[in-house]
């Protein structure tokens, strides 16, 4: 089983894992009155994103996930 290392979470609003590969997973909570997530992992722009900007980059991250849902969910893992 592979594990997952929790990196950083806002509670009802996001959470950042990464794989034993070293992979970064970004699960979004969505929806208002029906609650979703939507995981997927984060391509290479999106790892630098975090890497240069920490938080910010990934609070931007989540409204965009938010507002553009569909081109999140054909990332999904």
Partial sequence: MMEIQ???ERTW???LT????GQYYFDVVCGTVAIYTIEFP???TEVK???NEGEIFL???S???RDY?????KRRK
């Fill in 6 to 8: 929790k990196i950083f």
């Fill in 13 to 15: 609003d996001f959470m």
């Fill in 18 to 21: 990464r794989d034993e590969t």
């Fill in 42 to 44: 984060l391509n290479e």
């Fill in 49 to 51: 994103g975090w890497e």
């Fill in 59 to 61: 609070q931007h991250l």
């Fill in 63 to 65: 409204y965009r996930v």
């Fill in 69 to 73: 849902p569909e081109e999140y969910l």
